[in-house]
Nanobody, 125 residues
Framework: QVQLVESGGGLVQAGGSLRLSCAVS????????MGWFRQAPGKERQFVAA????????YYGDSMKGRVTISGDNAQKMVLLQMNSLKPDDTALYYC??????????????????WGRGTQVTVSS
């Protein structure tokens, strides 16, 4: 059974930083891409960043490009999201997800099969 558990969220002032972690348990065979998405109240879920399982391809969404860095540690089965220069508009529930197919778009939530429950990020002005 695959489980994803996010951590690292919290309350931070605008301009601050947070590092989110996603711990993966269970079999990782067949994992192609690990992604981060976010969803603010009343808004659609939005792609933030993704990394392929070998770690040599990184993808970033427009919403936080230049302010986030995604990285992975296969040995620890963990994916990290470093977020800098945070803005109040970044306030959202941040989810970690796994894409198990080689085809399909990396930035579409429909392509991701496993999801964590999310970690809340709140940025105050």
């Amino acid at each position: 059974q695959v489980q994803l558990v996010e951590s690292g969220g919290g309350l931070v002032q605008a301009g601050g930083s947070l590092r989110l972690s996603c711990a993966v348990s269970g079999r990782t065979f067949g994992f192609y891409v690990m992604g981060w998405f976010r969803q603010a109240p009343g808004k659609e879920r939005q792609f933030v960043a993704a990394i392929n399982w070998s770690g040599d391809n990184l993808y970033y969404g427009d919403s936080m490009k230049g302010r986030v860095t995604i990285s992975g540690d296969n040995a620890q089965k963990m994916v990290l999201l470093q977020m800098n220069s945070l803005k109040p508009d970044d306030t959202a529930l941040y989810y970690c997800a796994v894409k198990t197919r080689s085809s399909g778009s990396y930035n579409s939530q429909d392509q991701y099969f496993y999801w964590g429950r999310g970690t809340q990020v709140t940025v105050s002005s």
